[in-house]
């Protein structure tokens, strides 16, 4: 996940479908001010990496007005601690924590665990009879990769389940009270189910990825379980959220009645690049100017806010030729949807790991769409919530 993945109001679209949305709005201007977020809506993709990779912005959520006006002390405190909300110094000690361990080398390392514990999950559904795919295969597999990185234990990954969508929902409409309430609520849940084991791994540190954060003697305990929850949290859920809708790209057949898993090679890696751009996991994020700026002829000004809406850059017809369509020829430059700059997702090759691995199993096994598709209704978080299946072999 990027930086900040909120967004100040549910704006109006489809769960289903937000990109007709976005179209409309950009053919008002690649710059446009959006009464309901509060906020410039910043929809090409030049205009997006300026912001994510410029200075004179923050990433704190508060600086946003309708966020600021909605939010609670446990809000604000559990936003100071996170990376996903730090600037300048504070993001770069934070990130640095961790840094090393997201390298190519080392998430390459994780791979024999994630084919392990693909081949279990996926090879389970009886062929034939109707599952979840979002409750049985796309939730658990990062799922039990991160709690096994972590090194958790039964009680711990199972409130991690539980809690992690409270917390997502939270990240995506952060204007709303009652959500906000309720994510913070699930968040002190975990640091204080995390905070012991925290507490003995910098003592007693193994061989995972908690004792590693914990015996960074720059971090606090606290900085060290956010930042465990933040990796926990985003990452199984960017992974999940994008197993699910490349489910739902791949499997649903086009205007001719064929489908593109049918005529893609599972392993080529432009397909895991172009599902992502497609359908981003993270669909938007907040910057807050904090000087001013000139973007694409438009004046933003110090403490306005910008939306930076990565699924609408990913789709901008002035980069990618043909933007609705999925193919595997471009030569454009990389989809935003791990973000850009100094926030760009350390995540993002475990996710890329996960799906590499796991869509040629999914797909071997024939899979089939089998009813209504639902989707999750954050504006900024895009996901499926239930995709039902049938597996053909």
């Not at 409130?159 to 309720?182: F, H, N, Q």
């Amino acid at each position: 996940m990027t930086s900040a993945d909120i967004t100040g109001a549910r704006l109006p679209w489809e769960a289903a479908d937000p990109y007709e949305f976005y179209e409309a709005r950009r053919a008002e201007g690649s710059v446009v001010w959006d009464e309901a977020a509060q906020a410039w809506l910043i929809l090409s993709y030049d205009a997006a990496r300026q912001v994510l990779g410029g200075t004179g912005w923050t990433s704190d959520p508060f600086a946003n007005a309708l966020a600021q006006a909605s939010s609670d002390a446990v809000s604000r405190e559990f936003s100071r601690r996170s990376m996903l909300f730090a600037d300048g110094a504070d993001h770069r000690r934070l990130r640095g924590s961790v840094r090393d361990v997201f390298t190519r080398s080392f998430i390459e390392n994780l791979g024999s665990g994630v084919e392990s514990i693909a081949d279990d999950l996926i090879g389970h559904p009886p062929t034939g009879r109707e599952f979840d795919f979002m409750a049985d295969i796309a939730l658990p597999l990062p799922i039990a990769v991160v709690s096994a990185w972590l090194d958790l234990d039964a009680e711990a990954a199972h409130l991690l389940r539980e809690v992690s969508p409270v917390i997502i929902r939270m990240l995506g409409t952060l204007a709303d009270p009652d959500e906000m309430a309720a994510g913070a609520t699930a968040s002190a849940r975990l640091m204080a189910q995390f905070l012991p084991t925290a507490a003995d791994r910098r003592v007693h540190p193994g061989d995972d990825l908690l004792s590693f954060l914990a015996g960074d003697p720059d971090l606090s305990l606290d900085e060290v379980v956010m930042t465990a929850i933040l990796i926990a949290v985003a990452g199984h859920e960017t992974t999940a959220n994008l197993l699910g809708a490349a489910m739902v790209t791949l499997l649903t057949p086009g205007g001719d009645g064929t489908r593109i898993a049918d005529r893609i090679d599972a392993a080529d890696p432009a397909v895991i690049t172009e599902l992502l751009r497609l359908d981003a996991p993270v669909q938007s994020t907040v910057r807050t100017a904090i000087e001013p700026h000139e973007l694409d002829g438009v004046e933003i000004a110090a403490g306005e806010s910008t939306l930076v809406v990565i699924a609408a850059a990913n789709r901008d017809p002035a980069v990618f030729e043909e933007p609705d369509r999925f193919r595997l020829d471009r030569t454009a430059p990389a989809p935003l949807s791990f973000g850009y700059g100094a926030h760009y997702c350390l995540g993002g090759a475990l996710a890329a790991l996960e799906i590499s691995i796991a869509l040629p199993k999914i797909l071997a096994r024939q899979p089939v769409l089998h009813g209504a598709v639902r989707w999750r209704d954050t504006p900024a978080i895009r996901g499926p919530l239930v995709v039902p299946m049938v597996f053909g072999g």
